[in-house]
């Protein structure tokens, strides 16, 4: 931990994992973060046309968007390399070239800033986007992180400090909107539109199944995405946003009363909400509603620190860096790397 009264440091945070390029500076006095600035340069018109993320594509838009993007977060923040303490960057997991161009920028910049290198993984620092905002933190947590690849139920003593609960058996609970947007020709990526036509339907017109699976805290949303292919198919006339709505509801519901269960559990006095999923309206609504019901903090970062950003891999990496040190600068990116 910083000395109480020192000069927060100033994080660099690069995030290139999948198709979004984003950097971030971010102030760390040893307890809370303060976010001075965040740029997220998006590729989705570049990848909608082909219905999800192209590697080859993404890792050249992330060539051309890199230096602007740094530049841009570091001219918001007012700084430049020689004010910055570290540089964090996303290894792992994700597409091995996409994440390439951010652990070699990363490098670069901290080679010639002689400034120490921090890699950090991209699902710790979803964990870490609620806490940015959080003014006082208590343990223990339960943590859903609900992202395109990963539905992982957390149960978190502190930062660096988690055990698994459950997880998705099949689909991530983002790629589950995903795919009934592919299908109802809804476009790429499908959370969002699911979200905004969600507003417009009836949660109730469909009867559609939830995969409780027992007592199990693990998920499974591949029966649900079945049933409504094969609802919309038996029925070509019904209205895409009861569709939306039926389907949004029963994702909501499974992921609310999984999470209830396990902070009943662990004996958790906060429920936080992370990843991409995390920004979607219904189940921040739900989420905060059954907090309060339970008499748990709930914690929910911004929508824009919700889906991929650069300002949770500097507070991950912030954290990171104090309590591992700092990186060889031989570092390689693993896209396969795990949160356990
Ligand atoms: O965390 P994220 O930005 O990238 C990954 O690390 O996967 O999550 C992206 C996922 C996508 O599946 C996207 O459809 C979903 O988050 N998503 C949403 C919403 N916004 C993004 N899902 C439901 N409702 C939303 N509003
Ligand atoms: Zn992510």
Redesign the pocket.
Same mark, same amino acid.
């Given at each position: 931990m910083s000395a109480p009264g020192a000069r927060p440091r100033l994080v660099l945070g690069i995030e290139t994992?999948?198709d979004?390029t984003a950097a971030a500076v971010v102030a760390y006095d040893g307890e809370r973060y303060r976010v001075l600035s965040s740029v997220v340069s998006s590729q989705i018109d570049l990848h909608a046309r082909f219905g999800g993320v192209v590697p080859e594509v993404a890792s050249r838009a992330h060539l051309e968007a890199i230096v602007p993007v740094v530049q841009a977060a570091l001219t918001r923040a007012g700084c430049g390399g020689a004010d910055v303490d570290a540089i964090a960057v996303t290894r792992g997991p994700?597409l091995i070239g996409a994440l390439l161009v951010g652990v070699s920028a990363a490098k670069g910049l901290a080679l010639v800033w002689g400034k120490p290198l921090v890699g950090v993984n991209?699902l710790e620092a979803?964990l870490f986007a609620p806490l940015l905002e959080a003014p006082d933190l208590r343990y223990p947590l339960v943590v859903l992180l609900? $992202?395109?690849?990963?539905t992982l139920l957390v149960a978190m003593q502190g930062p660096g400090r988690y055990r698994m609960l459950g997880q998705t058996l099949d689909d991530?609970?983002?790629?589950a909107?995903?795919k009934v947007?592919r299908f109802l020709g809804l476009g790429?990526?499908?959370?969002?539109v699911?979200?905004?036509l969600s507003a417009e339907g009836d949660p109730k017109a469909i009867a559609l199944p939830r995969a409780l699976r027992g007592d199990s805290l693990d998920f499974s949303f591949s029966g649900l995405k079945t049933a409504v292919i094969n609802h919309v198919r038996a029925h070509p006339d019904v209205a895409t946003a009861d569709v939306c709505a039926s389907f949004?509801e029963a994702v909501v519901d499974v992921l609310v009363r999984k999470s209830r269960r396990a902070a009943r559990e662990v004996g958790a006095v906060g429920l936080s909400l992370a990843?991409?999923?995390a920004?979607? $309206?219904r189940?921040r609504q739900r989420w905060r509603e059954a907090s309060a019901e339970d008499g748990l903090t709930a914690l929910l970062a911004e929508?824009e620190n919700?889906?991929?950003n650069a300002a949770m891999i500097a507070a991950a990496g912030a954290w990171r860096l104090e309590h591992d040190g700092a990186a060889d600068l031989d570092m390689g990116a693993d896209p396969g790397l795990g949160l356990f």
């Open positions: 994992s999948c979004e994700g991209h979803h609900v $992202s395109g690849g990963h991530a609970a983002g790629e909107f995903d947007a790429y990526p499908g959370g969002p699911v979200d905004r949004q990843g991409g999923v920004a979607n $309206s189940l929508r919700c889906t991929d």
